[in-house]
Every structure is written in C-alpha cells, then in structure tokens.
C-alpha cells in the first residue's frame, strides 16, 4: 500500500501536525461531510451508484470523503475560472493526422462531432508568437485581442489554422527531451496544427458510438495495459461467454501484479470513467425544431456505474477516477517551483490578463500543496535500478502508445478532448518522474533538464480540469438520485 508523503522529520512532526489547528479543522469538516454524506445514502434505494463509494482508495493512502470535500470547495471553483482564462482556453492541436494502427474508417458525419474554423485574428497574438514564457519585459508587448466568436453551427469545433509563419519555441528546440514524454505531441509547425477555442466546444456527448469508437478502447485496454490475451476485462462484449463470471478472474489477476502495472490500468480506468462522467452530464438530448439541448442523463449514468447494471464494475470504475485524480493532483503540487519562479510568465500578450492568470495558477497551486493526503510516487519504480528502468521505460511506452491511438478516433470533437486528456495525463506522469530535475531548477533562467511547452501546460491544467469537473458532477447526480427515489 502507498504511504502518505509527509515532509519532514516523520513519526514527531507528524503529531505534531496532527495537532494543529488547520488538520483538526480539515479533520473535523471531513467527519462531518461524511456523516452527511453517509445519511444521504442510506436514505434511497436509488443511491446504489454511490453506496460502496466509501472509505479509503485502494494503493493509496486517502479516502473519498476527503477527496470530494477538498475538490468541491476548494478546487474546482478555482480550476474553472483557470481554465476560462485566455492562455487555457486556446490549445493547438492536429485533429487531422492519421490512425497509425487501422486503416482510417473515416470521420464522423455528425454534426456535432464536425470541425469549423474561426478566424486566425482572434486567437490572442502572443499566443500565436510561440513566446508563451516572455522573459524579456520590453519585448512582445501586444494589445488585447478580443476573445474568439462562437461558430454559427451550435456543437461544431471552432479552430483557427494559422497562415503565419510561427516564431520557433527557440529555447526548448535545444532541447530534445523527447525520452521523458509520455504522450506523442503534436507537431505545433505543421500546417494542419489548430488552435481550438475550448469554451466553444465543451466534451459533451455528440453521438458518437458503434465499432468505431468501441475498437479504440479495446485497442486500449486489450493490447496497452500489461494484460495476457487470456484474461478478459468485465463487460467487455468481444469476450467469449463465461457464464456467471463477474471478473473475478480479471482482478485476482490485476492483484497479482507489481504496483507499477497496476496504477497503469487504474489510470487509464479512470480516464475513461472521467470521459463517461461528462457525457452524461452533457447528454444529447434533443435536436428537434432545430434547437439541440444538453442536459445530464440520469438512466445513462446508471447504466454504465451502477453495481447491479455492471455486476459491481461501475463502483470500481469511479474508485479508479478519484485514484487518477490524487495522481494528477499530485503532479500539480511537485511543478508548482517551476511555475513559481518570476521568469515565468503566461504570456498572451495582455499584461494585465497574464499577470491575473499566473496569480489564480498559484493560488491553485497552493491548494494542491496543502492537500494533506497526496499520492506517494516514490514507491513506483523503487526496485533494482535496472529492472526498475527497464519497468519505467516500458510503462512510458505503453502510455505513449496510448496517446497515438487517440488519433483513430472518429469523432473530431470526442479526438480533441481524448487528446488534451491523455496529454495532460502524460503530462503528469512526467512531471512525477522528474522530482530531481524540478528541485534544480534555476530561478532566473531556462533549464535543459526540465521543461515544458505551452502545449503541455494547456493539457495539463485542462486534463485537471476536466477530472475536478467529474468529481464535482458525481454530486450533481447523487443529488438528483435522491430526488428521483
């Protein structure tokens, strides 16, 4: 099991931090929110989805309770206003490059899942410059250019495919640090790179299902998840009949395997758990007399999370996206140096819109910092030196090999929110595995060891985002199964 990490001179200063004010507080909030919490769902039959979402996350040391308290009041306001922010919303991506695994069976013809562009003039010119960190104060000095229009078509991907020529990212192409990426990046020189408005075009369910969006998690699961052919995920429908079989041979097999492995599979669970969460919540519910309404779909969240429907899968499913989400919050609270330093600077070319969006990043990093529950990734990777960079290395891989299957997605809005997630997540992996490289860095200039493009900061704090909205959705529908009992 994973320890908690504490700072300092262990069992002493841990009394003496349990002693305080502030972990008393946080203590006492959580007793009493889970008391609440408890009485809420023991009051509905209709509460099963959430009746054995309890207690204490398996491989890790920090309990759910905990968890929703911290990322409801804390986080999440943060995190949204975070990610409105100009240099958040813009993320350049190639949602045109080919399946490397299939042939291509083509784009989704929904018109939600369609792509139209905007107009590359309302993208903010410091982003286009390339000089997402300016450290040269009389430099690039840029008027506000107003925010990106909505597109006439409701659902369609506003993108903005640059005729410039861009200025090169000069002081990361020294650098190939292409052997610590977990994720494929996207080539941001290639002509068929966009910049996409994210507020315009929220993860939602567009419509998109069948073989085509089947195959590519199965691709997932089935061949990048350290898994023997022989052994078969629950529910999964392209495995042979095992009659009353409820997984129980798939996660005594899962058990068996070292932590590394392990995590690997609950991330990749959680991942899609957090995917499901916001379809649901953004389900396509009508299209008739020409108006198309969102709204949150109740029978479809049963569906895929409730024990009885999923013969007890949909409990794990959402114990895996909490675990994702300790992972990522972690990652979080270990970049926070890189970012605090004075030479960084989120650079739209507004002065004042960069200075007001760093300020919110820290305030969001001094949360995650005081979260006193984190994740410890020391114990991934502690073995042999060479068995454990052999095991490293192998994980990388497969993560990365994941990040590539996203392109054989067929929708082009479901591709845009597969990738910014997987990259975010690879992001984080990154960054855990880079603790030496950080506390090294120099405050007043650039550093080889460790960096980070736009492209990955966008992923990272979005992918984030996204995770602290499912946590927070999970409330909205324990909410209205209560009501609906």
């Given amino acids: 099991m ?17 002693g305080s004010d ?28 959430f009746c054995h979402l309890t207690g204490v996350l398996d491989d890790c040391f920090c309990d759910i309770e905990s968890i929703d308290v911290f990322n409801n009041f804390k986080i999440y306001p943060k ?38 562009p905007c107009p ?15 450290y ?26 640059s005729n410039q020529s861009k200025e090169a990212f000069v002081e990361w192409a020294r650098h190939d640090d292409a052997k610590d990426h977990f994720c494929e990046l996207d080539d941001e020189t290639s002509p068929d790179a966009e910049y996409v408005d994210l507020l315009f075009n929220p993860e939602r369910y567009t419509g998109y299902k069948g073989p085509s969006a089947w195959r590519v998690w199965n691709s997932i699961y089935e061949e990048n998840c350290f898994k023997p ?28 395997l070292c932590l590394e492995k392990r995590v690997f599979y609950r991330l990749i669970s959680g991942l899609h758990t957090s995917i499901n969460i916001h379809l649901c919540a953004k389900y396509l519910i009508d299209e008739g007399w020409g108006k198309t309404t969102w709204g949150t779909n109740v029978k479809e969240f049963r569906h895929r999370f409730d024990p009885v429907e999923t013969k007890g899968e949909g409990t794990r499913r959402l114990k895996n996206l909490y675990f994702l989400y300790l992972i990522e919050l972690r990652a979080l609270s270990k970049v926070a140096p890189y970012f605090e330093r004075t030479i960084v600077e989120l650079y739209t070319g507004n002065t004042e819109e960069d200075a007001a969006t760093k300020e919110l990043l820290l305030q969001v990093f001094n949360e995650t910092k005081a979260f006193p529950m984190h994740f410890d990734e020391k114990s991934m990777f502690a073995g042999g030196k060479k068995e454990a960079k052999i095991l490293k290395e192998e994980f990388r891989l497969h993560f990365k090999n994941i990040s590539r299957i996203m392109d054989c997605v067929g929708c082009s809005s479901c591709r845009l929110w597969g990738k910014l ?22 405050e007043n200039s650039t550093s080889k060891d460790f960096q ?34």
Avoid at 94 to 110: A, E, K, Q, V, Y
């Fill in 79 to 116: 995190i949204q206003k975070l990610t409105e922010r100009d240099f958040f919303r813009y993320y350049k991506v190639n949602l045109r490059r080919p399946c490397p695994f299939w042939p291509d069976d083509g784009h989704c013809s929904i018109k939600n899942c369609q792509v139209e």
């Fill in 22 to 49: 502030f972990v008393l507080g946080w203590l006492n909030n959580i007793k009493s929110s889970t008391q609440q919490s408890e009485r809420s769902i023991t009051s509905s039959s209709d509460q099963s989805c």
């Fill in 136 to 161: 040269a104060q009389d430099t690039n000095t840029v008027t506000e250019i107003e925010d990106c229009v909505q597109a006439n078509q409701l659902g369609a991907i506003n993108s903005t495919l």
């Fill in 421 to 442: 997630q997987t990259q975010g997540l690879g992001t984080a992996l990154k960054i855990l595995f880079s603790e030496k490289e950080i506390k090294n860095l120099s």
């Fill in 229 to 256: 052919r022989s052994v078969y995920r629950p529910l999964n429908p392209l495995a042979p009949s095992r009659g009353d079989d409820d997984g129980e041979n798939f996660y005594n097999w899962l058990e068996g």
């Fill in 120 to 134: 590359e003039s309302k993208v903010p010119m410091g982003i286009k410059a390339g000089n997402y960190n300016k």
């Fill in 452 to 485: 980070l493009t736009r492209q990955e900061i966008v992923g990272l704090l979005n992918a984030f985002g996204r995770l602290s909205t499912s946590i927070k959705e999970l409330q909205n529908f324990k909410t209205l199964l209560q009501d609906n009992r």
């Fill in 2 to 18: 994973i320890n908690i990490t504490l700072r300092g001179g262990g069992l002493a200063l841990f009394m003496f931090l349990l």
